[in-house]
T-cell receptor, first 113, second 114 residues
């Protein structure tokens, strides 16, 4: 089955700096890669996703890049703010006609004011 | 549009008991997936239901089961509870099965097994 590895497990940045979280996946058939943000005690919320037919997607301060050949994808947050502090999860899923997101282990991002 | 809702939000049970958790998807969503979240194992896929049929199942023992009703609401049942079943159980809904549509998560049910 699919295996998703996520790094780093913790990340501390100064407000205004950029943050980068990286994930690798094992199943070359995976073609959908969402990123979720989970604040303490709250539900995971989708912040951005990318499908394998594009290499990059941007939404304001958040961008995701995908390298299908190397089987890795990354989340980039620019101009970080204290409210960006949360745990971020990457995930991967194949186009099998069934749902089965495989999640990375999470990155705890701390933005220092 | 109302989001995914889960009941109850908190539950305390003892070993050996069974428990049923409920999930109401976003209106119009027919796929409901369940996940277990623990500090040690992270977020793990349990199963997915679509049109009242289990479409996919993760690597969990048979004590974990589920069902889906004609209105797309889903229930998850865990029998013969073990201490290790203590976790946050999240459900997520999407319009269809498969990766074409985004999954939206509910707030979760925090289960504590004593």
């Amino acid at each position: 089955g699919e295996n998703v590895e996520q790094h780093p497990s913790t990340l501390s940045v100064q407000e205004g700096d950029s943050a980068v979280i990286k994930c690798t996946y094992s199943d070359s058939a995976s073609n959908y890669f969402p990123w979720y943000k989970q604040e303490l005690g709250k539900r995971p919320q989708l912040i951005i996703d990318i499908r394998s037919n594009v290499g990059e997607k941007k939404d304001q301060r958040i961008a995701v890049t995908l390298n299908k050949t190397a089987k890795h994808f990354s989340l980039h947050i620019t101009e970080t703010q204290p409210e960006d502090s949360a745990v971020y999860f990457c995930a991967a899923e194949g186009d099998t006609g069934r749902r089965a997101l495989t999640f990375g282990s999470g990155t705890r991002l701390q933005v220092q004011p | 549009k109302a989001g995914v809702t889960q009941t109850p939000r908190y539950l305390i049970k003892t070993r050996g008991q069974q428990v049923t958790l409920s999930c109401s998807p976003i209106s119009g969503h027919r796929s409901v997936s369940w996940y277990q979240q623990t500090p040690g194992q992270g977020l793990q896929f349990l199963f997915e239901y679509f049109s009242e049929t289990q479409r996919n199942k993760g690597n969990f023992p048979g004590r974990f089961s589920g069902r889906q009703f004609s209105n797309s609401r889903s229930e998850m049942n865990v029998s013969t509870l073990e201490l290790g079943d203590s976790a946050l159980y999240l459900c997520a809904s999407s319009r269809t099965s498969g990766s074409k549509d985004t999954q939206y998560f509910g707030p979760g049910t925090r289960l504590t097994v004593l």
